[in-house]
């Protein structure tokens, strides 16, 4: 094995080891926000088949949430040891996670996710956040002053609504195309297309024929 991979082993291990002595209380997070209990309820009548639905979905998604926190962690550690540790491991990283099969752009997510919950106290809030916010939250130039409003004692929804505030619905945002020709300039197009067309290739007439299609698409549903 050669140094390098053995450095990363080692501190892949260190890692994993930190995690494990500093392991939490365990928690279990209220799902509420997150899935639809009563679309649990709604499958059956029977309360005791409910209540076992209802108590494993709990538990699958507290997994999925702790799972999200460690790995966010390992990520973290293994991104700012390489960083720290000079040019020497330029671009090391994501050779690393393409050898453990995990895609860039999802380690990412989860070392957002990590990084924010390492820094507010209410930390059931960063762990059940859905991920739109927790980019957007991630992303805010006040970024310090969502943690503090966290800090003092925001609920979870407080916090979404503050983010979903900044939102602005797609379908709400006008956008200008700026037109920088003259369609004046086609209107001798036309003339004598007859003619045109017949010295074309057949290859050509096929493409002429979807375009015009086109055209006459757009013009009809103007009208």
Do not use: C
Not at 31 to 56: G, H, W, Y
Not at 123 to 138: G, R, T
Request: hydrophobic residues 35%; neutral net charge; aromatic residues 10%.
């Amino acid at each position: 094995m050669s140094k390098v991979r053995l450095e990363i082993k080692n501190m892949l291990q260190n890692s994993i080891d930190k995690t494990n002595v500093k392991k939490e209380e365990e928690h279990n997070y209220k799902i509420d926000s997150i899935v639809n209990l009563d679309l649990i309820r709604d499958l059956t009548d029977d309360k005791e088949i409910t209540d076992m639905l209802i108590s494993k979905t709990t538990s699958l998604i507290n997994l999925q949430i702790k799972n999200a926190i460690s790995l966010g962690e390992i990520f973290t550690f293994v991104f700012e040891k390489l960083s720290k540790s000079g040019s020497k491991y330029d671009g090391l990283y994501e050779k690393w996670l393409q050898l453990n099969g995990v895609n860039k752009k999802t380690a990412l997510r989860y070392r957002k996710r990590y990084e924010l919950y390492s820094l507010v106290n209410n930390k059931e809030s960063i762990a059940i956040m859905p991920q739109k916010y927790i980019d957007m939250l991630y992303s805010e130039e006040d970024k310090t002053e969502y943690i503090n409003i966290i800090n003092n004692g925001a609920t979870y929804e407080e916090v979404i609504n503050l983010l979903k505030d900044k939102t602005i619905a797609p379908e709400k945002i006008e956008y200008v195309n700026v037109v920088d020709f003259d369609f004046r300039n086609y209107n001798t197009l036309f003339i004598d297309i007859d003619k045109k067309v017949e010295s074309l290739k057949d290859k050509e007439k096929k493409e002429l024929q979807k375009y015009l299609m086109k055209i006459q698409e757009i013009l009809n549903s103007y009208n």
